[in-house]
């Protein structure tokens, strides 16, 4: 006994190797984490803490409670029924948007269907004034169409 007291006297951890140092260092920042994350500790018991603060949090709640007084009957009734004529609002609001946004899709519909028919009226028309000249022109003798035609 007396001889590994004096070699450790000599050289206390005999470091020889830069691996014996390397790990005496590891070790030190290990316990020192170990022993920063027990101070940091609140949880004596494992999931105990997290009970606590839930028991914590609806105590705040209860006595948030006590100290404002839940509204009477008539105040919530009058509470509630201004949000549903504030919610009746924004869907007349709505309604109304689509039913001009309605408005304007049948109206340009009811525009596309009048242009269309427009459009057949004039080329009708131009297929007749087409044949009447061709005829016209025919019986005058100046003008004679090709065979497809």
């Known amino acids: ?3 590994s007291w004096d070699k450790f006297r000599e050289a206390p951890f005999n470091l020889e190797a830069m ?22 500790l ?6 105990y803490s997290r009970e606590d603060r839930k028991y914590r949090k609806k105590l705040s709640a209860l006595q948030n409670e006590e100290d404002n007084p839940p509204l009477s009957f008539a105040q919530e009734t009058e509470e509630m029924g201004s949000k549903v004529d504030e919610i009746i609002g924004e869907a007349n609001d709505e309604a109304e948007k689509l ?15 009048r242009l ?3 459009i057949r ?10 044949r009447l000249s061709i005829f016209i022109l025919d019986e005058s003798g100046t003008y004679s169409p090709s065979p497809g035609v």
């Open 1 to 3: 006994m007396r001889t």
């Open 19 to 40: 691996d014996s140092g390397v790990l005496i260092v590891i070790g030190v920042v290990i316990s020192i984490a170990a022993l920063i994350d027990a101070y940091t």
């Open 42 to 47: 609140d949880d004596p018991y494992p999931g």
């Open 99 to 113: 039913i001009k946004k309605n408005q304007e899709v049948s109206t340009n519909a009811l525009a596309r269907q």
């Open 116 to 118: 269309a028919a427009l």
């Open 121 to 130: 009226s004039i080329k009708n028309r131009l297929a007749r004034y087409e």
